[in-house]
């Protein structure tokens, strides 16, 4: 039937994972070539310099990457000693993962960089806008989590 298929350009999911891809890849590209980082070993220095200690679980939930890319982004950074694990004492098979002193120095360095990006990108959007985005994406999660525990 013509015009009953949903056109891809129009389909908001593939658009918001589209948009969101551009935008990492252009935040990763300011750092990727000055500090060696990927788009998932970033997001991982990301949480624990926002989060703190966390345990490779917690990253997984933190980033919404798959087990195996929080495990492979963790893997590069501990052996570039970006971050460190320790026990964790209340769950004997995990253990906490945060920051070096070295992992934080580059946390404050590529930081600036990304945040200067976001500000460039969405310059395109006014202040309210940028606002009213932030709710709508703020909104749309909850519901994602709302069905995903069985709410909706």
């Given amino acids: 039937m013509p015009g009953s298929k949903t056109r891809l350009r ?3 999911p593939y658009r918001l994972a589209v948009t969101s891809n551009a935008i990492s890849g252009m935040i990763a590209g300011e750092y ?3 500090f ?3 788009i998932p070993e970033w ?3 990301a949480v624990l310099g926002d989060a703190g200690p966390l345990t490779q679980r917690d990253l997984v939930r933190a980033t919404l990457m798959d087990k195996v890319a929080v495990n ?3 893997k590069v950074l501990d ?15 995990s253990h906490h993962l945060e920051l070096t002193p070295a992992g934080v120095e580059l946390h404050g360095k590529i930081w600036p960089q990304a945040v200067g990006a976001y500000e460039r990108i969405f310059a395109a959007l006014s202040p309210r806008e940028t606002e009213r985005l932030a709710l709508l994406l703020d909104k749309l999660f909850a519901r ?3 069905l995903e525990e069985g709410e909706g």
């Fill in 10 to 12: 129009h389909f908001l």
């Fill in 79 to 93: 052996e570039r000693e970006l971050i460190r694990r320790s026990p964790n004492e209340s769950d004997g098979r």
């Fill in 144 to 146: 994602v989590e709302a």
């Fill in 32 to 34: 990727r070539n000055e």
């Fill in 72 to 74: 492979r982004a963790c």
């Fill in 43 to 45: 997001r991982v220095m």
């Fill in 36 to 38: 060696g980082l990927k």
